[in-house]
């Protein structure tokens, strides 16, 4: 009989007896997984405005590209180099003239803050508003000074568009035949403004601009 009880008892022992848990096997270097992360494309999207007008074309580029808009001025040099890639837009203001342009904290921004960043090898893509009626040889003249001032820091301006559908006689933002952005006039073409901004947003895409 003690036999018998002394047999019971190892036997449950050994079937319902603490157990060593088998460590779950990890994933990473000791199972060749390695994780990753996907790097991300940072595009900055910066404006500066007079009347709204070009702050409005900033927000139409925003919705079609999902870049938040911000003005120009929040811009450090260390922001612009931290991108991948640039939008810029300014109004024109100040017709005619051969530098400070637009007649807004753009014109200073560009002497001031921009100089300070290397942007070489970066795609950057401008635009902006004018007046064509009233301003017909100094069409976006201002869009044409971004153009001068992001090419001498080593940018590539891309996005270029076709003058085809305006009615202006001159512009300063012309290159080669063609605007070096996108321009929108909302005094008197307001109405094609979102579709042009659409337009072209997809064309940056199709031009590898890094959304």
């Known amino acids: 009989m003690a036999r018998l009880a002394l047999f019971i008892c190892f036997t449950l022992g050994a079937a319902f007896g603490p157990r060593t848990l088998r460590a779950a096997p990890r994933r990473g270097a000791a199972t060749g997984r390695v994780a990753r992360t996907a790097a991300t494309m940072k595009v900055g999207l910066y404006y500066s405005t007079m009347s709204g007008n070009t702050e409005r074309i900033a927000g139409y580029i925003a919705d079609a590209s999902g870049v938040a808009a911000s003005p120009v001025a929040e811009a450090s040099s260390a922001d612009l180099e931290a991108c991948d890639g640039l939008i810029v837009g300014a109004p024109t203001w100040n017709t005619g ?25 970066k795609k ?55 605007f070096v952005g996108l321009l929108c006039d909302e005094q008197n073409q307001m109405d094609m403004s979102e579709a042009r901004t659409g337009d ?3 064309q940056l895409k199709a031009e590898g601009f890094p959304f």
């Not at 893509?125 to 017909?136: R, T």
């Open 97 to 121: 003239a051969d530098d400070m342009r637009s007649g807004t904290d753009m014109d200073d921004w560009l002497y001031s803050t921009l100089p300070d960043a290397d942007l070489t090898g």
């Open 124 to 178: 950057v893509a401008l635009f902006g508003c004018g007046d064509q009626a009233g301003y017909s040889g100094n069409f976006c003249d201002a869009v044409g000074e971004l153009y001068d001032c992001f090419s001498e820091r080593g940018a590539t301006v891309v996005g270029f568009t076709s003058q085809d559908g305006y009615e202006h006689y001159d512009s300063k933002a012309v290159r080669d035949d063609q």
């Open 200 to 202: 072209w947003v997809g």
